[in-house]
């Protein structure tokens, strides 16, 4: 039996040993990894980057949108633990769920995250996250990672006077901004860290930091739902436990009384909701990219751009096919990306009969890899859809799955079929995209088989 006194004792002793546990624990330092690129060519970079991606997106100049972002993003960037970079916040015209920072602090929130946010807390957590990304300098940090041997000689002031810039620069060595890029697409501890920074950086800016976590969960809860999430879960891994991580962060702060963001959103998400769509390019235009050659097809005519029977070969570095021999190779500096076809199949820059072809980067397995691909071609044409469930079969030594697609094709009067190959490689996810009308695909199909035959891999 336990004495009073000998009660009083254990609980003292108790006390200062949570007390002594208390007060070990400390905030972890978070600090930019390793990088070949200053923190000036990190502002160049965005700057550059933010002019190329303002020509291709709608920019929402509503000003209760402007002043609902701005106003968010003025408040985090005040806070001490963002300091350092000049940040922008713009809105851009897009139904997907979304928002991203260019290296050095361009911003960008797309309408469709604000659609899906509760309230302002919410919204100001995937900000505070984004903007966390350009603190810690987590894109070109991988850039660094994957380009180690090139860059040094490349990153020289005179290459980044020349034409083209830093982004110039980096299209030679395959880095834009497509999807997959190294530049936007984040390791999971990368996100563990981006987190915890935005945490502390929506603690100070009087948010409540459980909100970000909220928001990101009730994300994953629904996954595989809508397209709209595709490419934010994809450049978003979940790192595990992220409202417990960010709760446990909390108790490490100073306690604060979350005061901003607490007011009713709505008539915010009505002037969102309210806006117009923007116009919609062709999901194959997406994929080629701004640099995409320019068809001379007759939209009223298939017929001149069908493949011959007879292929030649492609030799890349890491795969080895055949393509007709009556088609082009126009290769995407800043992609790596193949588009394969006779001008007399291409409308302007969409694609109505030929193949793409490119190794773009994996990360939640081949399945899902390719769910979320698929999904990607949807954002850009709502009106593609699959056709047909996936099938599972060998592609050389590599697991692969063909998947079959349908939607409206730039020829006139019919739609179009599309055989999506897609396999699981070292370096990422190899993907074949073949294209044709479908009212000749009895005629391209066997083609297409011998493309699909001729597929090597170097290892």
């Given at each position: 039996?336990?004495?009073?006194?000998k009660?009083?004792?254990?609980?003292?002793?108790?006390?200062?040993?949570?007390?002594?546990?208390?007060?070990?624990?400390k905030l972890?330092?978070?600090?930019?990894?390793?990088?070949?690129?200053?923190?000036?060519?990190?502002?160049?970079?965005?700057?550059?980057?933010?002019?190329q991606?303002?020509?291709?997106?709608?920019?929402?100049?509503?000003?209760?949108?402007?002043?609902?972002?701005?106003g968010?993003?003025?408040?985090?960037?005040?806070?001490?633990?963002?300091?350092?970079?000049q940040?922008?916040?713009?809105?851009?015209?897009?139904?997907?769920?979304?928002?991203?920072?260019?290296?050095?602090g361009?911003?960008?929130t797309?309408?469709?995250?604000?659609?899906?946010?509760?309230?302002?807390?919410?919204?100001?957590?995937?900000?505070?996250?984004?903007?966390?990304?350009?603190?810690?300098?987590?894109?070109?940090?991988q850039?660094?990672?994957a380009?180690?041997?090139?860059?040094?000689?490349?990153l020289?002031?005179?290459?980044?006077?020349?034409?083209?810039?830093?982004?110039g620069?980096?299209?030679?060595?395959?880095?834009?901004?497509?999807a997959?890029?190294?530049?936007?697409?984040?390791?999971?501890?990368?996100e563990?860290?981006?987190?915890?920074?935005?945490t502390?950086?929506?603690?100070?800016?009087?948010?409540?930091?459980?909100?970000?976590?909220?928001?990101?969960?009730?994300l994953e809860?629904?996954?595989?739902?809508?397209?709209?999430?595709?490419?934010?879960?994809?450049?978003?891994?979940?790192?595990g436990?992220?409202?417990?991580?960010?709760?446990?962060?909390?108790q490490?702060?100073?306690?604060?009384?979350?005061?901003?963001?607490?007011?009713?959103?709505?008539?915010?998400?009505?002037?969102?909701?309210?806006?117009?769509?923007?116009?919609?390019?062709?999901?194959?235009?997406?994929?080629?990219?701004?640099?995409?050659?320019?068809?001379?097809?007759?939209?009223?005519?298939?017929a001149?751009?069908?493949?011959?029977?007879?292929l030649?070969?492609?030799?890349?570095?890491?795969?080895?096919?055949g393509?007709?021999?009556?088609?082009?190779?126009?290769p995407?500096?800043?992609t790596?990306?193949?588009?394969?076809a006779?001008?007399?199949?291409m409308?302007?820059?969409?694609?109505?009969?030929?193949?793409?072809?490119?190794?773009i980067?994996?990360?939640?397995?081949?399945?899902?890899?390719?769910?979320?691909?698929?999904?990607?071609?949807?954002?850009?044409?709502?009106?593609i859809?699959?056709?047909?469930?996936?099938?599972?079969?060998r592609?050389?030594?590599?697991?692969?799955?063909?998947?079959?697609?349908?939607?409206?094709?730039?020829?006139?009067?019919?739609?179009?079929?599309?055989?999506?190959?897609?396999?699981?490689?070292p370096?990422?996810?190899?993907?074949?995209?073949?294209?044709?009308p479908?009212?000749?695909?009895?005629?391209?199909?066997?083609?297409?088989?011998?493309?699909?035959q001729?597929?090597?891999?170097?290892?």
């Open positions: 039996m336990i004495m009073p006194g009660l009083w004792r254990l609980c003292l002793l108790l006390a200062l040993t949570v007390g002594v546990t208390l007060a070990q624990k972890r330092e978070l600090k930019p990894g390793f990088n070949l690129f200053s923190v000036e060519q990190d502002v160049q970079m965005g700057r550059e980057y933010a002019q991606i303002e020509k291709e997106v709608q920019v929402v100049n509503d000003p209760t949108l402007v002043r609902f972002v701005e968010i993003g003025r408040r985090l960037a005040s806070a001490r633990e963002a300091q350092g970079f940040y922008s916040f713009k809105v851009v015209n897009e139904k997907s769920i979304n928002a991203f920072a260019l290296p050095g361009p911003t960008y797309h309408t469709g995250l604000i659609l899906a946010a509760d309230n302002e807390g919410q919204v100001a957590g995937v900000l505070a996250h984004e903007i966390s990304h350009v603190i810690l300098r987590h894109g070109t940090n850039a660094s990672k380009q180690l041997i090139q860059l040094p000689a490349m020289g002031a005179e290459m980044l006077g020349a034409r083209g810039g830093i982004t620069m980096l299209a030679q060595l395959g880095i834009g901004l497509g997959n890029s190294v530049l936007l697409k984040f390791s999971r501890s990368a563990r860290d981006a987190d915890l920074l935005g502390r950086i929506m603690s100070s800016a009087g948010y409540n930091p459980i909100e970000m976590a909220r928001f990101f969960e009730k809860a629904e996954s595989g739902k809508s397209s709209r999430l595709g490419e934010f879960l994809a450049s978003h891994p979940n790192p436990n992220r409202v417990k991580a960010v709760q446990d962060e909390i490490l702060l100073p306690r604060r009384d979350y005061t901003a963001g607490t007011g009713d959103i709505s008539s915010v998400k009505q002037v969102a909701q309210r806006l117009p769509d923007p116009p919609k390019k062709p999901a194959q235009q997406q994929q080629a990219g701004a640099n995409a050659p320019q068809g001379t097809g007759n939209p009223q005519n298939y001149a751009g069908r493949p011959s029977n007879r030649k070969e492609f030799q890349g570095g890491e795969v080895v096919f393509y007709p021999d009556n088609w082009e190779v126009f995407n500096e800043q790596r990306q193949l588009t394969i006779s001008r007399s199949g409308v302007g820059q969409a694609i109505g009969y030929g193949m793409i072809v490119n190794i980067q994996s990360s939640a397995g081949l399945d899902r890899d390719t769910q979320t691909l698929v999904q990607q071609f949807q954002q850009g044409d709502p009106n859809r699959v056709s047909s469930q996936s099938r599972r079969f592609l050389g030594n590599s697991d692969a799955l063909a998947t079959r697609l349908q939607g409206p094709s730039p020829f006139q009067g019919v739609n179009e079929e599309l055989v999506l190959i897609t396999a699981q490689r370096r990422g996810m190899f993907f074949l995209l073949l294209i044709a479908d009212r000749d695909m009895n005629t391209a199909q066997p083609v297409f088989d011998q493309i699909i001729s597929i090597r891999f170097s290892n």
